[in-house]
């Protein structure tokens, strides 16, 4: 069975540091991983993903990623945080048209 | 940029009552998905929908829902009759293999 794990409810980073957003997951077969990003009372905006090629993925707004797959994991990076990039990050793993699982989600909050 | 749209908004209903939630998805996807998130909890997978039928669904998917595009643009979820644990945000996706795109959500309130 498909499972993804953020470990970490909360993150709280001062801005202009780097950030980390933690993410593995379990699935059978070639993973196809996402992370978005819901700001309040919005959607789930997509952020990067990864299918396959370069383990290391960029996205937007500065965000990126890196596939390690003996570590089973996706963690979503950034180098520099700003205070805008407080929100609730998800973390997704699927197959080709099947159905996403996703983790419990991430509060980030970047402090000025 | 193309998006996915879904009204309304915010729906207030008391418990017991049919409530339909509403979705244009992205003009030519042909894959569409419904996901709610229970406040705090995380996004769940309710059901997809191809080539106009059900291709899967989950457990909290139960004969209470049902999802149908009528027109061939609006993508319709339906609660017969809604209980107070049905209360959440709602998410319609389109799908653009492998990507999804989500609308804003529909947050439904039953009381």
């Given amino acids: ?112 | 940029e193309p998006e996915v749209t879904q009204t309304p908004s915010h729906q207030v209903t008391q418990m017991g009552q049919e409530v339909i939630l509403r979705c244009v998805p992205i003009s030519n996807h042909l894959y569409f998905y419904w996901y709610r998130q229970i406040l705090g909890q995380k996004v769940e997978f309710l059901v997809s929908f191809y080539n106009n039928e059900i291709s899967e669904k989950s457990e909290i998917f139960d004969d209470q829902f049902s999802v149908e595009r009528p027109d061939g643009s609006n993508f319709t979820l339906k609660i017969r009759s809604t209980k107070l644990e049905d209360s959440a945000m709602y998410f319609c996706a389109s799908i653009r293999d492998p990507e999804a795109f989500f609308g804003q959500g529909t947050r439904l309130t039953v009381v």
């Fill in chain 1, 1 to 112: 069975a498909q499972s993804v794990a953020q470990p970490e409810d909360q993150v709280n980073v001062a801005e202009g540091n780097p950030l980390t957003v933690k993410c593995t997951y379990s699935v059978s077969g070639n993973p196809y991983l996402f992370w978005y990003v819901q700001y309040p009372n919005r959607g789930l905006q997509f952020l990067l993903k990864y299918i396959t090629g370069d383990n290391l993925v960029k996205g937007s707004y500065g965000f990126e990623a890196e596939f390690n797959k003996s570590q089973t994991s996706f963690h979503l990076k950034k180098p520099s945080a700003l205070v805008s990039d407080s929100a609730l990050y998800f973390c997704a793993v699927g197959s080709t048209l099947g159905r996403l699982y996703f983790g419990r989600g991430t509060q980030l909050t970047v402090w000025p």
